[in-house]
């Protein structure tokens, strides 16, 4: 005799999520914490966006919780290659800021949420739940900044800073390169060659007009993209 699938069990199924985050403590402290929700399942914890990549075609996982502030792929280019290898698969991105470009930037790759570290892990227990019904969720902070027109969210207020003519990979590349760190060590830490990384350091300072490395490191100061 045949049985009836139990619908209920399969719709009523923890919600799978992925964990990425660089630091250590902070990546098993949420995974630990969202652990005790009965209706969440952490599946996978990754340290950097290459990684979590990885994770996330291997688990297909509902949900996944990304810091915006990691080496190596950038954040925003890991949210839309997860959304066109694992369509399903929504992504909240985490951070300690609420810069208007990190938030400009996450609107562009059509990131499911943005929550704002200071929340309490209620909040980000919701965000969770939020996306993975299909909506969007973003922290009280950052809808201040945000309006909706035809259907769609955009920044009320859009940065027209020189830095929001930067792709995200030339932001990082600019971060790493106002640091100090050689152009060799910044290609490697985005894992790409020396002659793309050359391409993108004379793309970003075409666009800023700015030609020496005190320069930049000024500017990325200026724009608080590094600390002083």
């Known amino acids: 005799m045949s049985q009836i699938p139990d619908l209920k069990a399969a719709t009523d199924r923890p919600i799978s999520v992925v964990v990425v985050d660089d ?17 969440i399942r952490v599946v996978a914890i990754a340290e950097n966006a290459d990684e979590a990549i990885t994770k996330v075609v291997e688990t297909k996982p509902d949900v ?25 698969t929504k992504v909240i991105l985490v951070t300690a800021h609420e ?37 969007t969720h973003f922290s009280p902070e950052v809808m201040d900044r945000l ?27 600019l971060r790493i390169l106002a640091k100090g760190l050689s152009l060799k060590e910044a290609a490697s830490i985005l894992g790409i060659s020396y002659k793309t990384a050359d391409k993108q350091k004379a793309s970003l300072m075409a666009k800023l007009d700015i030609h020496n490395r005190v320069e930049l490191s000024r500017f990325a100061i200026r724009e608080g993209m590094i600390e002083p």
């Open 147 to 173: 309006v909706v027109k035809g259907g769609r969210i955009e920044m009320e207020n859009p940065p027209k800073t020189r830095r929001s003519m930067l792709s995200p990979r030339e932001r990082e590349l």
């Open 23 to 39: 630091h250590g403590i902070v990546r098993d402290g949420v995974s630990g914490m969202l652990s005790r929700e009965k209706d």
């Open 99 to 135: 810069h208007d470009e990190y938030i400009e930037q996450a609107i562009r790759v059509k990131a499911n949420g943005y929550v704002i570290k200071s929340e309490s892990m209620t909040a980000l227990a919701e965000a969770i739940r939020d996306v993975a019904k299909g909506r």
């Open 64 to 88: 996944v919780l990304m810091d915006i502030d990691m080496p190596g792929v950038s954040c925003f280019d890991a949210v839309q290659i997860i959304h066109s290898r694992v369509p399903n």
